[in-house]
Nanobody, 117 residues
Framework: QVQLVESGGGLVQAGGSLRLSCTYS????????MGWYRQASEKQRELVASITVGGSPNYVESVKGRFTISRDNAKNTVYLQMNSLKPEDTAVYYC???????????WGQGTQVTVSS
């Protein structure tokens, strides 16, 4: 049973924008902070943005000012608006619960983001 479904990735030139979406199962993830993670080729997966149930965001320093995480609890969806993309942002992006959550789901397929120079 799929609990997390990411979409919105693609190929974009440096400086461009993409908007990622993640739909989650309300029964499992409702009441938890959510986050976006990414894993570049031959790199460890890292948390890049998180958002509390109430909508308070946090970002890793490298994406501050460029990425915006948001959520629509009624739609069971978390978003990641990515602007001013850089080649270093190239990675597979995943969603899951964020820091402090009591539940951590299994990783989905993610969505590929490729930024060309």
């Amino acid at each position: 049973q799929v609990q997390l479904v990411e979409s919105g990735g693609g190929l974009v030139q440096a400086g461009g924008s993409l908007r990622l979406s993640c739909t989650y199962s309300r029964s499992v993830f409702s009441g938890n902070a959510m986050g976006w993670y990414r894993q570049a080729s031959e790199k460890q997966r890292e948390l890049v943005a998180s958002i509390t149930v109430g909508g308070s965001p946090n970002y890793v320093e490298s994406v501050k000012g460029r990425f915006t995480i948001s959520r629509d609890n009624a739609k069971n969806t978390v978003y990641l608006q990515m602007n001013s993309l850089k080649p270093e942002d190239t990675a597979v992006y995943y969603c899951n619960t964020g820091p402090g959550a009591k539940y951590f789901g299994s990783w989905g397929q993610g969505t590929q983001v490729t930024v060309s120079s």
